[in-house]
């Protein structure tokens, strides 16, 4: 008798705690959401990574290419944290990419290039999954535009690489 009220007393304890654990999580969550929605410009202004321009020969064969430019203003507001675009803008966000591959200037239609493209929209594409969740983490959120802003700067880089190398002209003896 003496063990069936001890196991009875045991098992109220045990309810009684973990309802405490379930309410104790439910906050944490809230506040990881809070601390989601707190990113700045100076929290991306701290990344570190290399950041390469275009230069003045690669902007003089990509001036009529208005894609690239389109999406060099969402990086620029990617980099203002501002993540607006990402938010139901699901059409625009599908079709940058395939836009800007298919107006790619004929000077730059080289498979590196559109490797490094095709890495932007993986990256692109996952931005906007992970800014839309309200499950992620500050950092995780972070972490993923620094992946996108390096995944911009590895295309402009590679443009610039076809470009130089492209004007070289090398005299055979």
């Given at each position: 008798?003496?063990?069936?009220?001890?196991?009875?007393?045991?098992?109220?304890?045990?309810?009684?705690?973990?309802?405490?654990?379930?309410?104790?999580?439910?906050?944490?969550?809230?506040?990881?959401?809070?601390?989601?929605?707190?990113?700045?410009?100076?929290?991306?202004?701290?990344?570190?990574?290399?950041?390469?321009?275009?230069?003045?020969?690669?902007?003089?064969?990509?001036?009529?290419?208005?894609?690239?430019?389109?999406?060099?203003?969402?990086?620029?507001?990617?980099?203002?944290?501002?993540?607006?675009?990402?938010?139901?803008?699901e059409e625009n966000i599908k079709?940058?990419?395939?836009?800007l591959k298919e107006s790619i200037?004929?000077?730059?239609?080289?498979?590196?290039?559109?490797?490094?493209?095709?890495?932007?929209?993986?990256?692109?594409?996952?931005?906007?999954?992970l800014s839309n969740l309200s499950?992620?983490?500050?950092?995780?959120?972070?972490?993923?535009?620094?992946?996108?802003?390096?995944?911009?700067?590895?295309?402009?880089?590679?443009?610039?690489?076809?470009?130089?190398?492209?004007?070289?002209?090398?005299?055979?003896?």
């Amino acid at each position: 008798m003496i063990i069936k009220i001890l196991s009875a007393v045991g098992l109220l304890m045990l309810l009684v705690s973990c309802k405490k654990n379930q309410e104790t999580s439910t906050s944490m969550d809230n506040s990881e959401y809070l601390q989601n929605q707190n990113i700045t410009e100076q929290d991306i202004a701290k990344l570190k990574y290399t950041d390469y321009i275009l230069d003045s020969k690669t902007e003089e064969v990509i001036k009529d290419w208005q894609e690239y430019y389109q999406l060099q203003d969402v990086i620029n507001n990617v980099k203002k944290a501002d993540l607006s675009f990402f938010n139901n803008n699901e059409e625009n966000i599908k079709s940058i990419p395939e836009k800007l591959k298919e107006s790619i200037p004929e000077e730059l239609n080289s498979e590196s290039i559109l490797a490094r493209l095709l890495v932007l929209e993986t990256k692109l594409f996952k931005l906007e999954s992970l800014s839309n969740l309200s499950t992620t983490s500050k950092e995780e959120l972070l972490n993923t535009i620094k992946e996108f802003l390096v995944a911009f700067s590895h295309v402009n880089f590679q443009m610039n690489k076809k470009v130089e190398f492209d004007s070289r002209t090398i005299e055979k003896p």
